[in-house]
């Protein structure tokens, strides 16, 4: 039978890079010199899944490079081999490279060949010597099998003298399996040797006291032979030996052949060939699921829940049905009710009506609860602990403080805390490239830390928690904090401020997040060149999230991150715009006002702008974005929502605020298609459809059409 | 047909052996370490018992060895699943009370081939 192996595929690579993190994790934590046994053997165990899946679904290259590893691993386990900080090194490369091939693998994409071969020779000089041994066994045996090969072609049979012992049974082997099997090499007869049978009273069941003079003619080859035995060969006393040509017959068996042999021989041998030829194997289920190729998914498409997550869906979906019975039955109840109220209604049927309602109410308040728990239960699947993510954080400061020559302590809390898998996927870069950060620019060398009076190691904090519908994660160090006067003289001569403009502290913080701007003095292959942080921020914004930076000269910066929790459901602000509602994520809103007709000026060539307070924002008319006539050109008393768009605070002109709600965000694209000015759609309680604003696409949109002329300044 | 428990931690490969088992008409129940095993092992009957040596909680050696001890799997055929060709591994499986092994990587066909020898 055939099988698209290429259907497991995804969950091999799914427990493949399972794999790799877990080797990556323990290689980290083992201690160069004394290597704890256990975590070896942990190591061990993922790369041999590895090994073993790989060659099972036919990576072979993966397969013989995680074999060299093994063959590393193995050697430490068993002692023979010291665990030097070289080895583990060379071993956490491997990882990276064994990733690297998965992933090519994976994508079926080409893979850089120089790279695996560089780190297979890198590894096989760490195990030569032990390893020139093991490959010249190898060929030892290879040639001697190859020699016995030899000798067996041409033959037109074999005699097998099998004697087995009286326990073989014990094993769950059964010499009828292995007869039946010599017989698809040929024609194979038995002669069986009762005398070692014992007296009935005497007879143990479980015991084997027979033994065989087997003779099989064809073209089988010794080596099919011993592979029938080769589970028994030490529960046995086996010879095989070739037949003279042509006369098998000739052969006979040197055993003594009791009276009882011809029966024994039949009951033996013969219901052999009537079960093989019952036996063929139905395949057709398999051959139809087989021919449906699954496409190929370079993102992951599967997602891994826990059973407690299942279960509590489960257990919420109960909860409904009993709801929605309990529901059902007030409904009939009011039904019948309403009946008997029509023949004649009484002051007790009115008791009764108020009864029902009342449970009515009861089950709507249930109902409402069962949909927010199911929605909650659902969400979660979606979700996994952040330590997806933070994972990858003691590798990457293991390696940077080795190369950066400094030392630091990694302290990680609230791993357990969940976020959104879309979400986790695309946050995972921005946490790397502000950790890099951390230890790049903000922690200083021991000297140095030594000089100010710190202690020589530095510390890096990666914390996770909820809040609100929020996710917060924190990076805090505590190096040298940013350099404000520093900061403050690049952003003027990168020309982001100007020599007059009178910056707070949190903002001169802030401009480090600007487009191009970069304070280190000397550019490092470690934290890139200068183009990082601005797009750290800028996928941070993506996600719908925000990021700021707290810092103190000498004391260190903390980086906060503010996610949330889900893609799917966004927490939004009901706005009527015409004849249309739509939805502001209210992530993105600072605050709603009343206009003030007195606040309003109107530059020059330029756009309107409204005194907020102390500053000057942008006012921005939905109704001119939307093309729609204007109703209150002059927007005295009109309504205006302050949003935050790249930082800076932009006010929209809407016609009417309705409340704040929930919704499922519902994706344009899929369903129509892109529109500059909107992120998506969702559905209103009401049935009614709602877009929902993309405030940076409302900006844009207002620019080109105030640069065409078509919104008059 | 028979009913067969497949044992090992990796999800593809229990995937891979309990389709392919089913697809030659076989029932299989899935376990992903020797402890969970050897629960189901308890609660139900089992014509084959194919197993992964190396596994977390309990590997495929003890859980051959807790199998034999049980009244019910005196006979029953026990096949270990071994990436090592080592002699030292297989014997290993043997002195435990395996029936036999079969060597990963190993193709659905062969699996099969492996589980008729001691089915039929």
Redesign the interface.
Known sequence: MSIDMSQFHEAFFEESFEGLGIMESELLTLDVGAGDVEIINTIFRAAHSIKGGAGTFGFMNVSEFTHVMETLLDEMRDGSRDVTQFAVDSLLESVDVLRTMLESARDDAEMDEDMVAARYAVLNGILKGSLEGASSNEAEESVVQAVEGDNSNGKVGWQITFIPHTDLLMAGNDPVRMFRALSEFGELTSVVDCSSLQPFTELVPEDLYLSWVLTLTGTAAKADIEEVFEWVEDDCDLTITPLPKLEPSQNTPTVVAEPALETIQSAAVSPVKKVLEESPVSSNAAAQKAAVKPKKTTESASIRVGIDKVDEIINLVGELVITQSMLDQAGEDLEVNAEAASMGGDSQSQKRNADILLRLSKGLAQLERNTRELQDGVMRIRMLPISFVFSRMPRLVHDLSAKLDKKIELLVSGEETELDKTVMENIGDPLVHLVRNALDHGIETPDVRLAAGKPEVGTLNLNAYHQGGNVIIEIKDDGAGINKQKVRAKAIEKGVISETDNLTDSEINHLIFAPGFSTAEVVSDVSGRGVGMDVVKTSINKLGGRVVVESEEGKGSVFTIRLPLTLAILDGQLVTVGKESYVIPLIAIIESLQVDRSQINAVAGKAEVYKLRDEYIPIIRARAVFGLEENNADLHDSLMVVVEVDGAPVGIIVDDLQGQQQVVIKSLETNYRKVETMSGATILGDGTVALIWDVNGMVNVHKKKLNNGVIKA | MARILVVD?????R??VA??L????HETIEASDGVEALTSAKTGRFDLVIT?V???NMDGITLTKEL?SLPNY?????LT?T?ESSAEKK?AG?QA?????LV??????QL?ATA???L?
Request: avoid cysteine.
């Open positions: 931690d990796s999800a593809s490969m995937q891979m389709f392919t089913k697809g030659a008409g992964d190396n596994m977390p034999r005196r006979f029953t055929p026990i699943l990436t014997m043997k009370g395996a029936t036999g092994w990963k990587p190993f193709n659905p066909d099969l008729k020898k001691v039929g």
